[in-house]
């Protein structure tokens, strides 16, 4: 009969097995509780005053911009030599003399030596009596007038002969080797009569070429020729 009965499942109670995941998620709360709290608190004032963390600064991408220009920077200009100061007249006090005057000019660098100026004396024509022009010259040498004085003729003239002859009414002189006569010439002289007198008596060459270098001295007194020099 005991076929008969069907076989009922049995009312007594067994402990379950853990799970596998159970008893990680025990063995996790167990480690947890060895783990230190975080320090600052993820609730606490130190915490919400903390700076974000920041990741690596990167570099900045180099840029190829072109930088503008400097400016221009003008040359800059040198003293000028009027910033001086400017003082009032020095007035005395009482019976004591005024101090010395500072208001010269001073001397800025190195100045360069000023060169001497050489006075020449000038040459100026003197103002001549009418009837002794250049023109009145040259008709006087035209005219056949004898202004030799010695008579037909040439002569051979010592440097003792030709130093008795340096007065205005008689005065010989010596261009390049030649006697001539200057006494008609002596108020025609456009330098004046001292000028001329210069040369009387003596060799009168070397001041001529030094004055009248230009003049043809041969042609303006060929009718005056007394001779020739004759040194020794």
């Given amino acids: 009969m005991s076929w008969l009965v069907p076989s009922l499942p049995s009312l007594g109670w067994s402990r379950a097995q853990p ?13 947890d509780l060895d783990v230190p709290p975080p320090f600052p608190l ?4 130190q915490r919400s005053q903390a ?17 503008p ?10 003293p000028s030599d009027l ?17 010395p005057s500072t208001t010269v000019k001073p001397a800025f660098g190195i100045q360069a030596a000023e060169a001497p100026v050489k006075k020449t ?12 022009s250049a023109l009145d010259w040259a008709r006087l040498t035209s005219s056949g007038k004898d202004l030799r004085g010695t008579g037909p003729g040439f002569l051979r003239v010592t440097m003792d ?34 000028e001329l ?12 070429m030094l004055t009248h270098s230009w003049v043809n001295m041969e042609f303006m007194l060929q009718e005056c020729m007394v001779g020739v020099l004759v040194r020794g």
Avoid at 69 to 78: C, H, I, L, W
Avoid at 83 to 99: C, F, H, R, V, W
Avoid at 197 to 208: E, H, P, Q, S, W
Wanted: proline share 16%; glycine share 10%; net charge negative.
């Fill in 51 to 67: 700076p974000p963390i920041s990741g690596p600064k990167s570099d900045p991408a180099p840029s190829l911009s072109v930088a």
């Fill in 83 to 99: 910033n001086i100061a400017i003082l009032p007249d020095a007035t005395p006090l009482g019976n004591m003399a005024p101090p």
């Fill in 197 to 208: 007198m210069r040369v009387a008596g003596r060799d009168g060459t070397k001041l001529f």
């Fill in 121 to 132: 004396k000038g040459r100026g024509k003197v103002a001549l009596t009418p009837g002794h």
């Fill in 19 to 31: 799970t596998p995941a159970s008893q990680g998620y025990q063995q996790e709360e167990e480690e």
């Fill in 161 to 194: 002969e030709l130093k008795k002859h340096k007065t205005r009414e008689d005065a010989w002189s010596v261009f390049n080797g030649k006697v001539y006569n200057i006494t008609p010439y002596i108020p025609f002289h456009p330098g004046g009569e001292d």
């Fill in 42 to 45: 993820p609730e606490s004032h």
């Fill in 69 to 78: 220009p400097s400016p221009t920077q003008e040359p800059a200009e040198p």
